[in-house]
């Protein structure tokens, strides 16, 4: 099944109703549906390519560009214009794209323009009345939809290869895990090239018909406002999203009201930032799970069994094991392991890398998440840490996110990253770098004591640094190769 087919069915069905409200207006369901079109044309005329890559800011724009592109029989290549110039550049060669659909203003914000044989820009003056009316392009389940790259926080950028099916699949899996629901308003804050925005946010919402409030840009006050205007029943963000927003004073749980479902993903959801978010607005935020590579969700904790982190069962159709990460013996309940999972979701590979590919799975098909966690005795799943991440102190296995989660529920503390640094008498020892609340002091006698107090000795952090911002991605992830290299020269 095609992504795009059951999504221009409901536009063409109810052509009056508004789905989609971006930056610049509300969108009736035909105008969403003749601006694919539109696309559609345009593409055709404009590039040969099998790929087409589409830098666009969050909104109906970009829906409409990847939907046009479906119905000329192309590949969407989201490119994620928060990268840094070389690593955008690589990602248009790498995927062998001849056309980038942009817009003018983007272009504006992040001050140059990347080298494509064409770079189309296109606004509102692009298209005028109704396109030639066609037949969309069919697609089958192993049919190529997407190149998600991914972020690149260990090294280059790998194109995550998502069929039809797979995305289709990820569609009906949150549909049928009641995720959101047809009613919902749901609130769209993730860019549309992170996988997360790319199918909740985009194509689950249009799949169902729930209608989605766009903002382009992350700014907590205006995201507040946003609330307060359309009342959204469900709010999607990661992490560092929910902690900003606790820096709008006058904010306050008359302004979350309406809301049913909140949800975080993306990366581990501080245990200190869900608390102070409960406590402030009287929200409970439901973690989930999921991957570029998984298109992306496989878990959610869903409101009516929340545990606190936990990111839940898996979604219909997920299998899910936990192995031992050397020899790939399945894990007991409760006892750690590599998360390995299998589904109809599950990328068909990294393009243009067969090695990577074969090593992202295990002899019986299992994708190696390489991640770390465990379940509970109904199959509840929790994140634990991250094998690359894995510190090995004197041969016990410390993961950052136990001493992160202590170092953040202290007072001074407002964010924490802890990285392993090589040591010649024990290997490695774990090292911390810590944001410090806006009037506090920094005190590491006082920090290590904190840790003395609630973590194994081998576990205590050897330094803890402070630093006004941790590096971080465009997703929000830290990126903890720059904090290895901070800490080498430190040492």
């Known amino acids: 099944m095609s992504v795009h087919g059951p999504i221009i069915r409901r536009l063409a069905l109810s052509p009056l109703s508004v789905s989609a409200i971006d930056d610049q207006r509300a969108w009736r369901n035909i105008e969403l549906l003749v601006a694919a079109f539109h696309f559609a044309a345009l593409i055709e005329r404009s590039g040969k390519t ?13 829906a409409t560009a990847a939907l046009g592109a479906w119905i000329a029989g192309r590949v969407v290549v989201p490119l994620n214009y928060l990268l840094k110039r070389e690593e955008l550049q690589y990602v248009i060669d790498d995927c062998g794209t001849d056309l980038v659909l942009t817009a003018p203003p983007l272009l504006e914000a992040i001050g140059y323009e990347p080298s ?24 089958a389940d192993n049919d190529l939809a997407a190149l998600l790259y991914t972020s690149g926080t260990s090294g280059t950028p790998k194109g995550v290869m998502l069929t039809h099916g797979n995305i289709a699949a990820n569609v009906r899996q949150c549909e049928g895990a009641d995720v959101l629901r047809p009613n919902d308003i749901a609130l769209g804050v993730l860019p549309q090239f992170h996988s997360f925005g790319f199918t909740v946010l985009t194509w689950l919402t249009l799949t169902l018909g ?7 840009r992350f700014v907590p006050q205006r995201i507040i406002r946003l609330f307060r205007e359309h009342r959204p029943t469900a709010f999607v963000a990661i992490p560092s999203m929910y902690h900003a927003l606790m820096s709008v004073k006058d904010a306050g749980p008359d302004d979350f009201k309406s809301v049913r479902l909140a949800v975080s993903g993306g990366e581990p959801l501080p245990r200190a930032v869900a608390d102070r978010f409960f406590d402030r607005f009287n929200v409970r935020i439901n973690e989930g799970y999921g991957l570029t590579e998984t298109s992306p969700v496989t878990h959610w904790c869903s409101p009516g069994e929340y545990v606190p982190a936990c990111v839940g069962r898996p979604l219909p159709r997920v299998e899910q094991r936990i192995v031992d990460w050397n020899t790939g013996r399945e894990m007991s309940p409760n006892v750690e392991g590599e998360i390995r999972l299998r589904g109809p979701n599950i990328m068909s590979g990294y393009y243009h890398l067969p090695k990577e590919t074969a090593a ?24 634990t840490g991250r094998l690359k991440e894995m510190i090995i102190v004197g041969g016990e296995n410390v993961f950052p996110r136990e001493i992160e989660e202590v170092l953040e529920r202290h007072p001074s503390i407002q964010a924490s ?34 840790c003395r107090d609630h973590l194994a000795g081998y576990k205590v952090p050897r330094e803890i640094r402070p630093i006004e911002k941790l590096p971080r991605n465009p997703t929000g992830k830290i990126m903890r190769r720059e904090l290895k290299s901070l800490a080498t020269a430190k040492a």
Request: hydrophobic share 45%.
């Open 116 to 139: 494509a044989p064409r770079l189309l820009k296109v606004g509102a003056e692009t298209f005028s009345g109704f396109p030639e009316p066609r037949w969309p392009a069919a697609a």
């Open 210 to 216: 729930v209608r989605v409030v766009f903002s382009a």
């Open 360 to 383: 992202a799975f295990d002899d019986a098909g299992w994708f190696r998440t390489g991640d770390i966690g465990k379940t509970d005795a109904l199959g509840r799943l929790y994140i």
């Open 50 to 62: 099998k790929t087409v890559a589409i830098m666009l800011p969050t909104g109906c724009g970009f």
């Open 417 to 450: 990253a802890v990285i392993g640094v090589s040591d010649e008498m024990r290997g490695e020892l774990p090292w911390a770098f810590v944001e410090i609340k806006p009037g506090e002091a920094f005190d590491e006698s006082a920090l290590r004591q904190w």
